[in-house]
């Protein structure tokens, strides 16, 4: 692990960091400064002259690093990356619930839950640290940036872990909505067992039958239609395990597919500043014994289904 950041946080947004090898250049690295070694290190995309004569790389004291200093093997520098100018995501973050040790809000959909890839700015974790003034915030679980509604976020790194076992030990009783066609064929409520496997590099996961492939079930939903709405219906879907996508494979794989799922049951090319078709997927409840007090807590989205594009 790194030792404590020297660099402030930025736009709520930690600095980046990076270690330097641990051989010198009498031992055959092919570095003799830390310029040559950065330039090497990072991307082309990145301006590391002008990030130096900036001084905006730093060793753990504070002090600037310079294109000319003797290689140091074993040396953390420190930096704060050049953020793409990102689009506002529509809509608001929600404050469900605040205290001491937790924060619970209502997400909107195309709002990634922590800064990944493109969506820096624009995530739950950057936009409340600096909102709610809070450095340490972090989630205890994830939403992905397409589904909307409920998420929980420790308030300071100590609090994380309790909450977080509680997600990992499923001791979390959660409830999801979802509009999709309405198959009267499919014989509801039911209960879809099956084995689920995210390749790297895919954007789909892979769905396994265990009784056909002989594999044990690591996806388990419980799926029932609440509502009609015309040719479509609110289901009601209660996980009972974790895996990538398992809702939306799920209801994909009994022939509904959720309304506007940008990946299932094929992929569709969108670009990610297209807030214009909101996937119809709500994290409606969630419901666990505090891991510090012992007190039952409970939390439901403000929102309904269908969830309304960003124009209206």
Same mark, same amino acid.
């Given at each position: 692990?790194?030792?404590?950041?020297?660099?402030?946080?930025?736009?709520?947004?930690?600095?980046?960091?990076?270690?330097?090898?641990?051989?010198?250049?009498?031992?055959?690295?092919?570095?003799?400064?830390?310029?040559?070694? +950065?330039?090497?290190?990072?991307?082309?995309?990145?301006?590391?002259?002008?990030? +130096? @004569?900036?001084?905006?790389?730093?060793? =753990?004291?504070?002090?600037?690093?310079?294109?000319?200093?003797?290689?140091?093997?074993?040396? #953390?520098?420190?930096?704060?990356?050049?953020?793409?100018?990102?689009?506002?995501? &529509?809509?608001?973050?929600?404050?469900?619930?605040?205290?001491?040790?937790?924060?619970?809000?209502?997400?909107?959909? #195309?709002?990634?839950?922590?800064?990944?890839?493109?969506?820096?700015?624009?995530?739950?974790?950057?936009? +409340?640290?600096?909102?709610?003034?809070?450095?340490?915030?972090?989630?205890?679980?994830?939403?992905?940036?397409?589904?909307?509604?409920?998420?929980?976020?420790?308030?300071?790194?100590?609090?994380?872990?309790?909450?977080?076992?509680?997600?990992?030990?499923?001791?979390?009783?959660?409830?999801?909505?979802?509009?999709? &066609?309405?198959? &009267?064929?499919?014989?509801?409520? @039911?209960?879809?067992?099956?084995?689920?496997?995210?390749?790297?590099?895919?954007?789909?996961?892979?769905?396994?039958? @265990?009784?056909? =492939?002989?594999?044990? &079930?690591?996806?388990?939903?419980?799926?029932?239609?609440?509502?009609?709405?015309?040719?479509?219906?609110?289901?009601?879907?209660?996980?009972?395990?974790?895996?990538?996508?398992?809702?939306?494979?799920?209801?994909?794989?009994?022939?509904?597919?959720?309304?506007?799922?940008?990946?299932?049951?094929?992929?569709?090319?969108?670009?990610?500043? =297209? #807030?214009?078709?909101? +996937?119809?997927?709500?994290?409606?409840?969630?419901?666990?014994?505090?891991?510090?007090?012992?007190?039952?807590?409970?939390?439901?989205?403000?929102?309904?289904?269908?969830?309304?594009?960003?124009?209206?």
């Amino acid at each position: 692990m790194p030792p404590r950041s020297p660099l402030p946080q930025r736009h709520g947004l930690s600095a980046a960091w990076l270690r330097a090898p641990d051989r010198s250049p009498d031992r055959g690295t092919p570095w003799s400064t830390m310029g040559e070694w +950065l330039r090497e290190r990072l991307p082309e995309r990145v301006d590391v002259d002008a990030m +130096l @004569c900036g001084a905006r790389f730093v060793y =753990d004291d504070g002090a600037s690093v310079a294109a000319g200093d003797r290689y140091r093997p074993h040396t #953390f520098v420190w930096f704060h990356r050049d953020l793409r100018d990102e689009p506002d995501v &529509p809509g608001t973050i929600d404050v469900l619930h605040r205290d001491e040790r937790i924060v619970v809000v209502d997400k909107p959909p #195309f709002l990634s839950t922590i800064p990944r890839g493109r969506h820096v700015r624009q995530s739950v974790v950057v936009r +409340l640290r600096a909102e709610l003034g809070l450095p340490e915030l972090s989630p205890v679980h994830r939403l992905d940036r397409v589904t909307s509604g409920v998420l929980v976020l420790a308030t300071e790194r100590r609090w994380r872990g309790p909450y977080q076992t509680l997600f990992q030990n499923r001791d979390v009783r959660k409830v999801y909505r979802a509009l999709a &066609p309405v198959d &009267p064929s499919l014989a509801l409520p @039911c209960t879809v067992r099956n084995r689920i496997v995210k390749a790297r590099g895919r954007w789909q996961v892979d769905v396994q039958d @265990c009784e056909r =492939d002989g594999v044990e &079930p690591n996806a388990v939903t419980v799926i029932a239609l609440e509502e009609r709405l015309g040719e479509r219906g609110v289901y009601r879907l209660e996980p009972h395990t974790g895996r990538t996508h398992q809702l939306r494979a799920h209801l994909n794989g009994l022939g509904i597919p959720i309304v506007d799922d940008p990946l299932y049951p094929v992929v569709r090319e969108v670009d990610v500043d =297209d #807030f214009t078709r909101p +996937l119809q997927l709500l994290a409606s409840e969630l419901e666990f014994v505090d891991p510090i007090d012992g007190a039952p807590r409970r939390f439901a989205s403000g929102r309904s289904l269908p969830l309304l594009a960003a124009s209206s």
